[in-house]
């Protein structure tokens, strides 16, 4: 049984690091890199032998409905397959970057509660064990925003953290009333009771939905985003983008909307909604910025619009595109973020116009972030094309032309804000000497590995691999009276 | 007279005597956690409070010369890697993460409830030292000059 | 009903506080407000009418007696932690955000726009 491990190492791994580490961050680094590397490789163990399979465990030794279950279905695995490894190269990255900022153990103890927090929330099958994950997780979450003391970022960790309460404690009356209703609190139990009762299913569901929006920073609730992702130290802007948006917003609302509420119209309709006015509004705000990281912050609302769109739709195909896009943008944006991190580090600003001629200072930033913007923007041999193909078709096939044309219009929109990036940014014509800043190799390896990976998973389309990869991810979010018969078991 | 840091002596006096009657009482609740409402978390708040009501009392100047902050600070993760290994314990042993590994003892009495009372300990102990720790570095902290505006 | 919508009220006043308040402290204070809100919802669903403590002692009649149900009382005590946490955290936030711009008032704490 691998499940409990998920949780244990990276809270072991914190643990050990605020006991062990002197003044120095050597032992911390140890520590975090053993752990992410040992998560790695359970994960994709996990993922390997999951296939189609749901494993359940349960905490103590007790039955299911007295106890705390942890399920790992092939969705679970691919979201720990994600936050391992985007954590693996953020970790990578913020061994170098970071000490430029403190030599603090602290960072390291902080970084692997976030992942803590986040493989708690993807691994856990009963619901207050998930509001307590995520609160772990966005603790974490809010330190590190305001990890370099700069009077900004308290500005934006304060900001995050008073929304962040706000959507909690929705969170927590939601849960109050699915529990009046039901008396019970693992979802494939309230999955199973729920339905009988309409009105407090749409409730709850309504409340969950304002809740985990403001998580995932869909449009009305994105107020926070902008702020914290941009003045985060970048690999942490990273990991917030890439993966704690997707786990804690994201991968919640599918788990509950497909799985315990067993996908109603009404909500998959606001899904596509809020997803287009994501996509459309974003992106018109990402053109206005200047800061290379606040572009990148409204970037991201816009590509979540993308995979809201593709769960509202809700076909198989939509499904299928949706899934693709989380794991692809979790890719590129965080190799956005490093790059913006390295140029921020070397030039000292994030202002596109006090940037210029960075192909002769930084070659591998200056290539890594064509293929980063390549991928956002949806060229062919990338892999945001694809996913973004796949939504937009499965749009057209379920008989929604308005969203499709939304959802085009947003990707022209995006080429348009990144080739601002890459004309002002990296091709300016602006004649900058070389500061004394060094890159280490750990930056530059974490950027050529996700510079690889943009193309290397575009593969993930052909049949044979999706079938294996993809498929399985799909057909858990698809199979709504799957989940519980698999969780329950015998016990039903 | 000189200027003494914290409150008045009829204050220190009071919390001297009465401050170990504060501590008996959260030890009192976290080892009849599983028997009486209370448990880890209420007794270890208890403890940090007797703790805060002498930083009150003889200002956070004396308090960091008796105690020894560090040592409370390194004990807080201790405990949690304590319940951790409580938890791998119970893998090992009973078949499931935190499953009962303790002897279960005879209802009512003070030893009846196995696991619980250890991790009720242990809880007390992070939470007590977390949460001085946090109000007393709360208390040190002291503005740098200027700000940055 | 009446007591649910008193508790819904408190939310409210959170939700208010959080909203219109321009001071830091007392926007902390309202995000308090809104955790007490829900854990006494929390709370009030787990009542039962007539019900007793539900802690088994030495000679306790229990036949024909209902218990309120205990399970809410631990998720309320979770939560306490939490709202604990979150609001040092928060607290220290607005002591940093003090240091650097010499205030409290969010409508003069604005570098971030756009």
Redesign the interface.
């Known amino acids: 049984m691998i499940l409990p491990f998920f949780i244990i190492i990276p809270l072991l791994a914190a643990f050990l690091i605020a006991l062990i580490s002197g003044e120095r961050d050597n032992w911390a680094i140890a520590v975090a890199v053993i752990a992410m590397l040992a998560l790695l490789c359970l994960a994709l163990f996990g993922f390997v032998t999951i296939g189609a399979q749901t494993q359940v465990y349960q905490m103590g030794a007790w039955k299911i409905p007295y106890t705390i279950c942890l399920v790992l279905d092939a969705l679970s695995a691919f979201m720990l397959v994600i936050i391992s490894g985007i954590g693996l190269t953020a970790l990578m990255f913020s061994v170098f970057y970071i000490r430029h900022l403190s030599t603090s153990w602290k960072y390291y103890a902080l970084f692997m509660l976030l992942i803590t927090g986040m493989n708690g929330v993807v691994a856990t099958g009963d619901l207050?064990n998930l509001?307590?994950f995520m609160?772990i997780a966005l603790?974490a979450a809010?330190?590190l925003v305001?990890y370099g003391?700069?009077?900004?970022e308290?500005?934006?960790?304060?900001?995050y953290?008073?929304m962040g309460?706000?959507s909690?404690?929705l969170v927590?009356?939601g849960?109050?009333i699915v529990?009046?209703a039901t008396?019970n609190?693992t979802m494939a139990t309230i999955a199973q009771l729920l339905p009988q009762n309409p009105t407090v299913m749409y409730f709850a569901g309504g409340i969950f939905l304002a809740a985990f929006g403001l998580k995932s920073a869909m449009m009305p609730f994105h107020a926070w985003l902008?702020?914290a992702h941009s003045?985060a130290p970048a690999p942490i802007s990273s990991m917030l983008s890439g993966v704690l948006i997707k786990t804690l917003g994201v991968y919640v609302l599918v788990r509950l909307f497909y799985n315990v509420l067993g996908a109603p119209p009404l909500f998959l309709k606001m899904f596509m909604i809020f997803g287009s006015i994501s996509i459309l509004v974003a992106s018109f705000l990402a053109m206005?910025?200047w800061?290379f990281k606040?572009l990148l912050a409204y970037s991201s609302i816009s590509q979540i619009g993308f995979i809201l769109l593709g769960l509202g739709i809700g076909t198989r195909w939509a499904i299928l595109g949706a899934i693709f896009h989380i794991l692809n943008h979790a890719i590129f944006k965080a190799l956005l973020f490093y790059n913006a991190g390295t140029v921020e580090m070397v030039l000292g600003t994030r202002d596109l116009r006090q940037m210029g001629n960075l192909t002769k200072i930084l070659p591998y930033t200056t290539a890594t972030s064509m293929c980063g913007t390549l991928a956002v923007a949806g060229m062919p041999p990338f892999n945001g094309f694809f996913s973004k193909l796949i939504i937009i078709i499965a749009a057209v096939h379920a008989g929604h032309p308005i969203y499709a044309s939304i959802a085009v219009a947003g990707s022209f929109l995006t080429l348009v804000y990144f080739m601002k990036v890459q004309r002002y940014g990296f091709h300016g014509k602006k004649v900058i000497e070389r500061e004394g800043v060094k890159i280490g190799w750990g930056m530059r390896t974490a950027m050529i590995i996700l510079a690889v990976l943009t193309l290397a998973t575009s593969l993930l389309i052909l049949p044979g691999i999706r079938t294996a990869v993809l498929d399985p991810v799909v057909a858990v979010i698809m199979n709504k009276t799957g989940y519980i018969t698999q969780v329950l078991g015998g016990n039903l | 007279m000189k200027q003494q840091p914290g409150l008045t002596l009829i204050a220190k006096t009071v919390t001297r005597i009465s401050v170990w009657l504060i501590v008996l009482y959260g030890f009192y609740i976290i080892f009849h956690g599983h028997?009486?409402?209370g448990g880890g978390?209420a007794g270890g708040v208890v403890i940090a409070l007797a703790f805060l009501n002498v930083m009150l009392a003889y200002g956070h100047e004396t308090v960091t010369r008796w105690l020894n902050i560090s040592f409370m600070h390194d004990l807080e993760p201790s405990a949690g890697a304590l319940f951790l290994t409580m938890g791998i314990l119970g893998i090992a042993l009973g078949g499931g993460f935190l499953a009962n590994v303790v002897h279960r003892g005879t209802l009512?009495n003070v030893f009846s409830s196995g696991n619980i009372l250890v991790l009720n300990i242990i809880i007390g102990v992070k939470v007590a030292m977390g949460?001085f720790v946090?109000?007393w570095s709360?208390a040190i902290?002291r503005?740098?000059e200027g700000?940055?505006? | 009903m009446t007591l649910y919508l008193m508790c819904f009220a408190l939310?409210l006043i959170?939700?208010y506080g959080?909203i219109v308040k321009r001071d830091?402290v007392k926007?902390i204070i309202a995000?308090g407000i809104?955790?007490y809100?829900?854990?006494l919802?929390?709370i009030l669903?787990a009542y039962r009418k007539g019900g007793i403590y539900p802690?088994l002692?030495?000679g306790k009649d229990m036949t024909g007696r209902v218990m309120v149900?205990p399970?809410?009382q631990a998720?309320v005590?979770?939560?306490i932690?939490?709202e604990?946490?979150?609001t040092?955290?928060?607290?220290?936030?607005?002591?940093?955000?003090?240091?650097?711009?010499?205030t409290f008032d969010i409508t003069k704490?604005?570098?971030?726009k756009?």
Do not use: H, W
């Open positions: 207050f509001f307590v609160e603790f809010y330190a305001s003391s700069r009077a900004e308290f500005e934006a960790s304060f900001k953290a008073i309460s706000i909690s404690t927590l009356v849960i109050a529990y009046s008396s609190l902008p702020d003045s206005g910025q800061d606040r | 028997l009486t409402p978390f009512f949460l946090v109000v709360l902290f503005f740098f700000g940055d505006k | 939310l959170g939700i959080i830091l926007i995000s809104m955790g809100a829900s854990n919802l929390l669903f802690i002692e030495k149900d399970l809410p998720l005590l979770t939560s932690v939490i604990l946490g979150i040092a955290m928060l607290i220290a936030l607005a002591i940093r955000i003090f240091e650097k711009y010499k704490i604005r570098r971030l756009g």
